[in-house]
């Protein structure tokens, strides 16, 4: 390999490593050009591929690589990772397992076939994998990250939990980290040691996606729980006086109680939320489909009240079950309003990043092999092979 071959290829690498892809894309597909023949330069090129989201293209440049150098195991961890982004899991584990063999010494090989495993929902093998790099690599972060997701997805939260306390440990700015330990908060319904977590991995790389969409999840469960209660404690308000026979009295002092209690637990659901997570909450409040969704839950309720509260006393019992029907139809339409909501942010948000190209401001970006793009479903990050 020529020196101008090593230092394009060096500088291709450099770009990659800190987010340029698309300009390390173009370098790299003028050095193919040049030289054909390089499987070093048809790995980068798929490496470059995988940063911009072009995964055929990553494979057929690994699968070039592959034909010119049957005997390296990288063009197989592209090619893994590729096939995993396009949910063909099946043959980016046979990619991974290739890999493995050629290089069974390397750590990141039994990373990549964890990763694969994972996502083929075969976690005997993912464990297997997980341990022996761990064993060939004990101070990588990456290595316990991908740990932690491995035990997460077996349901072990106390063992997800500590490897991910050991990847923060090795690495205190480890974003995906960080993500894992938001995401098992989650599981032990601790929402705001969640966003806690879910806010310092967005702090620590501002590029990622998945991270910020996190914590847009968990404002949006917030509230999706508030409405609930609200709803619940709405049905028990009317149910009370409809069944005990009392006169329209109750149901007013019902719904000014109803409305002093679901101010009262939106206070304290701010309070618990951690301080910078508050103003997020103030904003989401005030958007459009979210405030339609608490309009939605509160003319629920409304409607139910004045149906129970106007029919004559004798008719009470009724009328009760069309009041009741009127709030859950409330609550599915309130519901719904959220989740066409949660979604229409994630796309609005990914617009606006691919318009922005934020990727050169990520502040770690550091490799596993070769460095693929991060972030695989909504709570979750993935180590890059």
Same mark, same amino acid.
């Given at each position: ?56 293209? &990553?494979?057929? #440049?690994?699968?070039?690589? !592959?034909?010119?150098?049957?005997? %390296?195991?990288?063009?197989? +961890?592209?090619? @893994? *990772? ?119 991995? &967005?702090?620590? #790389?501002?590029?990622?996606? !998945?991270?910020?969409?996190?914590? %847009?999840?968990?404002?949006? +469960?917030?509230? @999706? *729980? ?160």
């Amino acid at each position: 390999m020529s020196m101008d071959l090593r230092r394009e290829l060096a500088r291709a690498s450099t770009m990659l490593d800190v987010g340029r892809c698309d300009e390390a894309t173009a370098l790299v597909s003028r050095v193919v050009a040049a030289e054909p023949e390089s499987s070093r330069a048809w790995c980068l090129l798929a490496r470059a591929h995988l940063g911009t989201k072009r995964y055929v293209d &990553a494979i057929g #440049a690994a699968n070039r690589a !592959v034909s010119l150098d049957p005997a %390296d195991e990288w063009p197989h +961890r592209l090619a @893994s *990772n590729a096939l995993i982004h396009l949910g063909n899991n099946a043959d980016a584990l046979r990619a991974a397992g290739e890999a493995c063999r050629l290089a069974p010494e390397l750590w990141q090989t039994h990373v990549c076939v964890a990763q694969a495993a994972l996502a083929s929902q075969h976690l005997d093998i993912a464990n297997a994998a997980a341990a022996r790099a761990r064993a060939l690599a004990p101070s990588e972060p990456d290595v316990h990250f991908l740990s932690g997701k491995v035990s997460l997805a077996g349901g072990s939260l106390t063992e997800a939990h500590s490897h991910q306390e050991r990847a923060l440990a090795l690495d205190p700015a480890h974003s995906g980290a960080l993500n894992e330990l938001g995401r098992i908060r989650l599981r032990r319904h601790d929402t705001a040691g969640a966003i806690r977590h879910f806010m310092s991995a &967005a702090r620590s #790389a501002p590029g990622e996606q !998945v991270y910020s969409r996190n914590i %847009d999840v968990v404002i949006l +469960r917030t509230v @999706s *729980n508030a409405i609930y209660a609200f709803m619940l404690i709405a049905v028990l308000l009317i149910w009370i006086p409809a069944v005990a026979d009392l006169t329209r009295l109750p149901f007013v002092i019902g719904l000014a109680a109803l409305c002093v209690a679901a101010v009262t637990c939106l206070g304290l659901i701010v309070l618990r939320l951690p301080r910078e997570a508050r103003p997020l909450l103030r904003r989401m409040l005030f958007r459009r489909r979210i405030a339609g969704a608490l309009g939605l839950a509160l003319g629920g309720v409304a409607v139910a009240f004045g149906i129970v509260a106007l029919v004559p006393p004798k008719d009470v019992g009724q009328w009760f079950p069309i009041a009741v029907i009127v709030i859950l139809v409330g609550r599915m339409a309130a519901f719904s309003a959220l989740d066409s909501s949660s979604r229409f942010s994630w796309r609005r948000r990914q617009a606006s990043l691919r318009a922005v190209m934020v990727l050169p401001a990520r502040p770690r970006v550091r490799a596993i092999g070769a460095i693929a793009a991060r972030g695989w479903t909504a709570g979750t990050a993935r180590p890059r092979c």
